[in-house]
């Protein structure tokens, strides 16, 4: 055994794919440096790109993960090994006359001795498929970590817009009470004021939640604790690029970069070696060579060779073949029905990824200003007594609701866009989990269940999202 054998090709394939740093924790003195820039790391304000690098590096599960390779490996030199040869002895005493007997066999598994660089193959392919495995996980991790970095952003600009509310809505909730005072206003009016305060104040505090929740998902993803947990990130998402991923070619690179297609390859070549194990070794089983000795119980000892072999007469292997040649089947069935699958979600991510940047742009060009412009005109209208307080109420909570919702539709670009990246790097990502609908969706890798859980985006917009002219 060598400890840590494959993890320069997991390494190496990471890079590749997602341009970051991977280590195993194993002792060594290269520990502390990678400690040293974690921390260093957690100095500065955190982008998407380094909170995921810092968990590549510093995430336990991601370290259990790595033991697969060592766990494949023990297989790979099991499937090396010589079974033990068997010794078994057997004690008679005389009946009629004194005296001892004894019979001692020793004996070897022989058909072991024959397939062993079939099964030495199959174990290569399968150590082979770990590898695969492991840097998926990787790819994996990386994704995850940048999806949850944008949930925690958005979260936090959300907060940030439903501080700003609540302090407005208390300033016109006491201009109310002014006006009230001096006999230009309503208790109704009042009321109505007071009314979307209370609201504001309620959507604050569940937004604060979900900016806790956000962070408390991130630290787990990092693996961070104690004093670690005091890192910092820019508070609003970035904005949306000018220019997006081209779709031409974007079918081929999936396939070519896919982890899973990769591991499929492997899975038929494990298939091809067992019928290989099985068509000339399916009925030879049991089948021993080896040496015997006898004492008899009047003395003397006879010593010859000796061979236990079975019968063919039912058993002649027809159910391990068969079984090996359906799982080759099986196997060859998945293959083309994941390179199927992978063209299709490359398709699925690069449309979400289209029509969730048309939807943020679409916010943050039409709906937002016009918003603010019905606002403005029904404040008019209402200080001219046009209107009544309702109507200025519910032009507010639209501007409310647009405002959430703009937030909502960047957080669902980005997110989006990571999807299709990590496609594009080797990975599937579900179809459930690919539009924007389901942006906040349970991660398909990474830590435990609790830490995963999504977030509840909760905010008291009425108004549906709007699609894109």
């Known amino acids: 055994m060598k400890p840590g054998l494959g993890f320069d090709d997991v390494r190496q394939g990471a890079s590749d794919r997602t341009g970051m740093r991977v280590h195993w924790n194993n002792g060594s003195p290269e ?104 840097t998926a996980a990787v790819v994996d991790m990386a994704a995850e970590v940048r999806e949850a970095f944008y949930e925690y952003q958005a979260a936090q600009q959300t907060r940030e817009m439903r501080q700003t509310v609540m302090e407005a809505t208390a300033a016109s909730y006491e201009l109310a009470k002014r006006l009230r005072a001096a006999g230009n206003n309503r208790d109704l009016d009042v009321t109505n004021e007071r009314d979307l305060h209370e609201q504001a104040k309620v959507d604050l505090a569940l937004a604060q939640e979900n900016v806790v929740l956000a962070r408390e998902r991130l630290n787990a993803l990092m693996g961070l604790w104690g004093k670690q947990t005091q890192w910092r990130a820019a508070s609003r998402l970035p904005a949306v690029p000018d220019e997006e991923m081209m779709a031409e070619g974007l079918e081929r690179r999936a396939i070519e970069a896919s982890l899973d297609l990769g591991v499929a390859r492997r899975e038929i070549e494990i298939a091809a070696r067992s019928i290989g194990i099985a068509k000339p070794f399916g009925w030879l089983t049991d089948i021993e060579v080896g040496a015997a000795a006898e004492r008899e119980v009047e003395g003397g000892w006879s010593v010859g060779p000796s061979l236990s072999l079975p019968v063919p007469l039912f058993d002649q292997g027809q159910g391990a073949v068969s079984k090996a040649q359906a799982q080759l089947s099986q196997a060859r069935a998945h293959y083309h029905a994941r390179a199927v699958e992978v063209r299709s979600r490359a398709r699925a991510a690069h449309s979400i990824v289209v029509s969730s940047r048309d939807r943020a742009r679409y916010y943050e060009q039409i709906i937002l200003p016009l918003r603010q412009q019905l606002v403005e005109q029904t404040q008019l209208q209402y200080n001219a007594m046009q209107v009544s307080a309702f109507q200025l109420l519910e032009a507010k909570r639209n501007q409310i609701a647009g405002g959430a919702d703009y937030i909502e539709s960047l957080r669902d670009y980005w997110v989006a866009r990571t999807r299709l990246e990590q496609i594009l790097s080797g990975r599937l990502t579900a179809f459930e989990g690919t539009g924007a609908a389901a942006a906040s969706a349970t991660p398909h890798t990474g830590i435990g269940e609790e830490a995963a859980r999504p977030l509840q985006h909760r905010h008291t917009g009425t108004r549906p999202v709007a699609s894109p002219e």
């Open 31 to 134: 520990d502390k440096e990678v400690a040293a820039a974690v921390s260093a790391m957690l100095e500065e304000e955190l982008t998407a790109d380094e909170a995921a690098q810092i968990a590549l590096l510093n995430n336990r599960e991601l370290q259990a993960v790595y033991e697969e390779l060592n766990l494949a490996q023990a297989d790979l030199v099991q499937a090396g090994l010589l079974r033990n040869p068997i010794l078994s002895g057997e004690v008679r005493f005389g009946v009629n006359e004194a005296g001892t007997g004894a019979v001692i066999d020793l004996t070897q598994d022989f058909v072991s001795l024959l397939y062993m660089p079939l099964r030495k193959g199959r174990a290569e392919a399968a150590f082979e498929a770990a590898k695969l495995r492991v």
